[in-house]
């Protein structure tokens, strides 16, 4: 008998299963609308010019060596993340009531935020956004809390955010509940609120004495922008609301596999701040005990050298730009063949994602027939568009629509 007998089998994670399932496909033509990272038009990750140079570097320093970071990372690094999603001249930073906290990408901020909420504040109550990104349940709950609940984010027949049930479900929220934030182009919907809707968002929190716990995992990369996208962030420390803002440099450095992520915390006290990073060295010495450095090392370079931070802000407007090139693309042809339904939202949306609208039954056709990889809620990856296979994906999507 073994001690791990009658272990039940999880269900796939999806968005890994749907991947899998596209490189194992041998049909010709195929298209992966999957996974959550960038393509070049060619189809083929892309590696920023910027970090190519700034890795020749590194490898260039004899002073570096691989000894362990500190538990609570890279100081460079954290100071430069911090100061890239609050700004430069943030209150917040001027009154050093801010610090940074290195981790693994943004799950890993998420984890050690949640866990530091849970473990050392007591908070147990945390609200998600209905629908969100698939992996916030799960942490959440593995992080100890113990109410996980969600607030009304999507309005499913005019595909937009439903606002006015959203501030109505927070201001119903217990107090202290906590309160999970997408900071810019929400996931899987892709729609973020506007300026005026995120000041309402602001208001019912501050009302309710909630806390704000921000995932930005796409900063620069949604708008070409990274001021423009840490706009709700910003507006919110503005508000003498404390907060935690986890941080992940995949998608807007492409160092996926590098996990470069920051907890960034914003506080009202400063006082606190020794107590806060005392515990929070324990949550992380039980976790990965110490950050990997090289990602670090490569992001703190490129912030902090004004050349180079130019060259990496060419870089996001580049991919920026072809997302936005490719939701053009889709809406048009969708409109131009007649598929039955509105297209606008394709547009509308910022980001790499797109809910489309398409039902699961759908979506199953598109993988059975046309071999067109996406998620179940009918979520898309628009970075997965290009000009080889846009044709191939509107039709698809026409004829499925038409038929189903």
Known sequence: MSFFSGIPVAPPIEVFHRNKQYLDEKAPEKVNLTIGAYRTNEGVPMVLPVVKQAEIELA???????????VLGHEGFRNAAMEL???EDSPAIKEKRAFGIQCLSGTGSLRAGAEFLAGVVGLKTAYVSQPTWGNHKLVFKNAGFTAINTYTYWNAEKRCV???QLVDDLDNAPEKSVIILHGCAHN???????????KRIAQVIKKRNLFPFFDIAYQGFATGDPNADAWAVRYFVDQGL???VAQSFAKNFGLYNERVGNLTVVVNDKEVIPGFLSQMSLVIRANWSNPPAHGAQVVHLVLTNPDKRQQWMDSIKEMSGRIKTMREALRTKLEALGTPG??????EQIGMFSFTGLTGAQVDHLIKAYKIFLLSDGRINICGLNTSNIDYVANAIDRTVRSI
């Open 85 to 87: 999603v609050l700004g």
């Open 162 to 164: 439903n606002i006015d």
């Open 188 to 198: 899987p919907t892709g729609m973020d609120p506007t300026q005026e809707q995120w």
């Open 60 to 70: 260039n320093d004899s002073s570096l060596n691989h000894e362990y970071l500190p």
């Open 242 to 244: 404390e907060m935690v």
């Open 342 to 347: 509105t297209w606008n939202h394709i547009t």
